[in-house]
T-cell receptor, first 111, second 117 residues
């Protein structure tokens, strides 16, 4: 089946630093979504991308839909302690209504 | 704003028992999705429903079944539970099924933590 490769698996940064993570796939996706999940909670939608090349911001978060439609990245600027959590990319293709998730990036922010 | 509601939040069952998980989508959302997330894993798609009809099916065991009711809430029924079924089960909802040309943004509930002993 389709797979999304997300990297890095984990990041340890200092408060105020910028963060970048990305997802790649061997398949084309029509939609890329980025979620944040806190322990024991449901994923929270951060950003949705619908068009190849699209660059979208949500506060300190910026995400882009790759031109090839096979990748996406998420940047977090000026990180703060509440940014701690697991960030998942998710893609939606034309086959079915499911989301395929990346393996997640565990972000730790040291004050 | 109203979010997806799931009940119960926690459930403990013994092997071979049955469990029923309930999901109440965001008001006006007509599509629900079920995902299973094991410890340290990403969510895995199980099944989805649009307008009370199954719209997509993933890696859902035959021991599991689900349906969507006329008020759009959904229930996931799990029978002959196994230790490996212990996981977080998430329901998500969206405004319209992608199959119907609608948006693709899925909003997740808080999950049901199922523990099988």
């Amino acid at each position: 089946g389709q797979q999304l490769n997300q990297s890095p698996q984990s990041m340890f940064i200092q408060e105020g630093e910028d963060v970048s993570m990305n997802c790649t796939s061997s398949s084309i996706f029509n939609t890329w979504l980025w979620y944040k999940q806190d322990p024991g909670e449901g994923p929270v939608l951060l950003i949705a991308l619908y068009k190849a090349g699209e660059l979208t911001s949500n506060g300190r978060l910026t995400a882009q839909f790759g031109i090839t439609r096979k990748d996406s990245f998420l940047n977090i600027s000026a990180s703060i302690p509440s940014d701690v959590g697991i960030y998942f990319c998710a893609g939606h293709s034309t086959s079915g209504s499911r989301l395929t998730f990346g393996e997640g990036t565990q972000l730790t922010v040291n004050p | 704003a109203a979010g997806v509601i799931q009940s119960p939040r926690h459930l403990i069952k013994e092997k071979r028992e049955t469990a029923t998980l309930k999901c109440y989508p965001i008001p006006r959302h007509d599509t629900v999705y079920w995902y299973q997330q094991g410890p340290g894993q990403d969510p895995q798609f199980l099944i989805s429903f649009y307008e009370k009809m199954q719209s997509d099916k993933g890696s859902i065991p035959d021991r599991f079944s689900a349906q969507q009711f006329s008020d759009y809430h959904s229930e996931l029924n799990m029978s002959s539970l196994e230790l490996g079924d212990s996981a977080l089960y998430f329901c998500a909802s969206s405004l319209a099924s992608p199959l119907a040309g609608g948006p693709y943004e899925q909003y997740f509930g808080p999950g049901t933590r199922l523990t099988v002993t």
